[in-house]
């Protein structure tokens, strides 16, 4: 199995635009302080990538 990361949601989606909010729900993160595991992979690094300002992330192996 591969890497994973964890993300956790550190800011809020009010007043992001609605490409972030879309992006931070496809992530899978519901509000402030939650936190998902999920695959590294390429799609997802660049979802993490487009609202960066609003998680934070661990690498996990």
């Known amino acids: 199995?591969?890497?994973t990361l964890v993300v956790r949601q550190v800011r809020s989606l009010i007043g992001g635009?609605?490409?972030q909010r879309?992006?931070?729900r496809s992530l899978g993160l519901k509000r402030i302080g939650h936190t998902?595991?999920?695959a590294d992979r390429p799609e997802i690094r660049g979802?993490?990538?487009a609202?960066?300002?609003l998680v934070t992330i661990e690498?996990?192996?």
């Open 51 to 53: 609202v960066s300002h």
């Open 59 to 61: 690498e996990t192996h």
């Open 22 to 24: 879309d992006t931070v």
């Open 47 to 49: 979802m993490i990538a």
């Open 36 to 38: 998902v595991t999920v």
């Open 1 to 3: 199995m591969g890497a």
């Open 17 to 19: 635009t609605r490409g």
